[in-house]
């Protein structure tokens, strides 16, 4: 039985067709779109929230969609156990919405980056990686002004402890350093889970590395861990 994604989208976004054709096409489960006026998901398995630049970025990137409608659902459906899975600006929305703690901020660059990084699989035990091995380095692609994550030192505390961290920026060979740290995000963190490990925010894109001709399909594993998930395959 196909797993039914349920990408939300928002007046701005743009990698919702992308999330579409990696889970549908690619991975070839079920898939469709909910816009953001919508009050309910439906029966979906999964919630992507897309990367892309909602209501402009206008405030603070995520801090208008936070308020959409849709949101609630999401937020009922996160809270039952659901899994949300936020990529890019869908990681920023679900700061804002208070699904994950933290904030993130411009980029210490002060530039908008696009290119390919490496990052590192920090937890296993997750609906979003149980199909990857720990310590496996990605190499997905990047595309923000604002992903510098941050945290005060006592949550970044907690969320090393919880086991929270899930990705971090590295080096081709999984060493971390300063320099494979694109945006200066605090500790290299590259995406996080929260408490009950079912919602993930995560700054790099793997709907846009799931193919061979795109360069790399290390992103198809974590489609692949979804699935592997809502299937009730053990981790």
């Given at each position: 039985?196909a797993v039914r994604?349920?990408i939300l989208?928002?007046p701005?976004?743009?990698c919702?067709?992308?999330?579409?054709h990696?889970?549908?096409h690619?991975?070839g489960?079920?898939?469709?779109?909910?816009?953001?006026?919508?009050?309910k998901?439906?029966?979906?398995?999964?919630?992507?929230?897309?990367?892309?630049?909602?209501?402009g970025?206008y405030l603070?990137?995520g801090?208008?969609?936070?308020f959409?409608?849709?949101m609630q659902?999401?937020i009922?459906?996160a809270?039952?156990?659901g899994?949300?899975?936020?990529?890019?600006?869908g990681?920023?929305?679900?700061?804002?919405s208070?699904l994950l703690p933290?904030v993130l901020?411009?980029n210490?660059s002060?530039?908008?980056i696009?290119k390919?990084v490496?990052v590192r699989?920090e937890?296993?035990?997750?609906?979003f990686?149980?199909?990857l091995?720990?310590?496996?380095?990605?190499?997905?692609?990047i595309?923000?002004?604002?992903g510098n994550?941050y945290?005060?030192p006592e949550?970044?505390n907690?969320l090393e402890?919880?086991?929270q961290?899930?990705?971090r920026?590295?080096e081709?060979?999984?060493?971390l350093?300063e320099?494979?740290n694109?945006?200066g995000?605090?500790?290299n963190i590259a995406?996080?889970?929260?408490?009950?490990r079912n919602?993930l925010g995560?700054?790099?894109?793997?709907?846009?590395?799931?193919?061979?001709?795109?360069?790399?399909?290390?992103?198809?594993?974590?489609f692949q861990s979804?699935?592997?998930?809502v299937a009730?395959?053990?981790?």
């Amino acid at each position: 039985m196909a797993v039914r994604f349920g990408i939300l989208v928002f007046p701005g976004s743009n990698c919702d067709h992308d999330a579409y054709h990696a889970a549908k096409h690619v991975a070839g489960q079920e898939a469709r779109f909910i816009w953001h006026k919508e009050t309910k998901l439906g029966d979906v398995d999964v919630v992507i929230v897309p990367g892309g630049f909602s209501y402009g970025d206008y405030l603070r990137p995520g801090a208008i969609a936070r308020f959409s409608p849709i949101m609630q659902d999401v937020i009922r459906f996160a809270r039952e156990g659901g899994p949300v899975i936020g990529i890019c600006n869908g990681f920023q929305v679900l700061c804002e919405s208070g699904l994950l703690p933290g904030v993130l901020l411009r980029n210490a660059s002060l530039r908008f980056i696009c290119k390919y990084v490496h990052v590192r699989v920090e937890q296993t035990d997750t609906p979003f990686t149980n199909a990857l091995q720990p310590g496996q380095v990605l190499r997905i692609p990047i595309a923000h002004g604002e992903g510098n994550y941050y945290a005060p030192p006592e949550v970044l505390n907690r969320l090393e402890a919880n086991g929270q961290v899930v990705f971090r920026y590295c080096e081709p060979d999984g060493r971390l350093t300063e320099a494979a740290n694109p945006n200066g995000s605090a500790r290299n963190i590259a995406g996080i889970v929260n408490e009950q490990r079912n919602v993930l925010g995560m700054m790099p894109h793997p709907e846009r590395c799931v193919e061979a001709l795109l360069g790399s399909e290390d992103g198809l594993g974590i489609f692949q861990s979804l699935i592997r998930h809502v299937a009730g395959v053990s981790v």
